[in-house]
């Protein structure tokens, strides 16, 4: 499985502290299944000064860490992005990474207040070449008022990445219901751990791979964890999965293991 939210980094965020505890999330990682993992530390302006060139050296050299204690995980550039207006012009300075070099970067709104001004904020993302993916709606405490803003982030071409740990309800119930509503509308497009230690917000995606395959089929859950992040970390084209299906029937009246991912399963199979 491939997860391309981490911060696994040690010392750049609130993640790892340090190596020992970034080796040990790497094993974690490996023995769950996951074998490629992208590392994104949070780039949040006066907070976490992170960016592309000390990203790249802390991945190169956990890598050298993980060669010697021999854990076979594949390491990629990344990081986690906090809004910014400036954003657009950072991506194409290379000042901060998208995933792997690609269009693809994982983006960040804040969690507890809706920005002005946020859609605009993606559409020149999109038009100047990038594709935002939207890190964990289901978790932003504005978006059970605000969904429609999820909805049109969505249909103006951000892709939806859920937090593993949400799937299964260890974020709480309101996490887990967005979690399924934005499966049931067949709008996820990756499912990532978002892990931030070995003991608190471990790495894995084994039990949301199993949760997500219940409920909208193998397929899907393959989709999510393996085809979509390998077609991220290789720059191939993707539409966001929820424009596909915008504007269909209402979940509720597809389908009987819970809407459009069944839906969604019937017409990739
Ligand atoms: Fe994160």
């Known amino acids: 499985m491939i997860d391309l939210h ?10 790892s502290p340090n190596i020992a505890e ?12 996951t074998t ?8 949040v302006p006066g907070m976490y000064e992170n960016g592309t060139e000390n990203i790249v050296e802390a991945v190169r050299s956990l890598e050298q860490a993980l060669r010697r204690a021999e854990i076979p995980l ?11 207006p400036d954003l657009p012009d950072q991506l194409t ?14 983006f960040e709104p804040p969690h507890h207040v809706l920005p002005p001004r946020l859609e605009e904020l993606a559409l020149r993302l999109v038009k100047a070449g990038f594709v935002p993916i939207l ?31 949400s799937i299964i309800g260890a974020f709480g119930r309101t996490a887990l219901y967005y979690s399924e509503k934005l499966m049931d509308e067949g709008r996820v497009d990756i499912i990532a751990s978002d892990t931030h230690g070995a003991s608190r917000r471990r790495p894995g995606l084994s039990q949301a791979y199993d949760a997500v395959a219940k ?3 193998e397929d899907q859950a393959y989709n999510m964890v393996v085809r979509r992040p390998s077609d991220i970390l290789a720059n191939r084209p993707l539409e966001p999965v929820g424009k596909t299906f915008a504007n269909k029937p209402s979940p509720d009246k597809v389908g009987r293991f819970g809407g459009f991912g069944c839906l969604l399963k019937a017409v990739s199979s």
């Not at 970034?22 to 299944?33: F, Q, T, Y």
């Not at 490629?36 to 780039?43: E, G, K, L, S």
Request: net charge negative; aromatic share 6%.
């Open 6 to 15: 981490s911060h696994i980094l040690p010392g750049l965020d609130d993640g």
């Open 93 to 106: 300075h290379g000042k901060v990474p998208t995933l792997n070099s690609s269009r693809y970067f994982l």
């Open 215 to 217: 409920r909208c089929g």
């Open 36 to 43: 490629h993992m992208a590392c994104t530390p949070h780039i």
């Open 74 to 84: 594949a390491l990629y550039v990344g990081a986690d992005i906090h809004i910014a």
């Open 135 to 165: 890190t964990h709606p289901e978790r932003l405490t504005w978006g059970k008022a605000n969904y429609e803003v999820v909805e049109r982030l969505n249909r103006l071409g951000c892709l939806i990445q859920l937090t593993a740990d």
């Open 22 to 33: 970034s080796l040990e999330m790497a094993r974690l990682a490996v023995a769950d299944g």
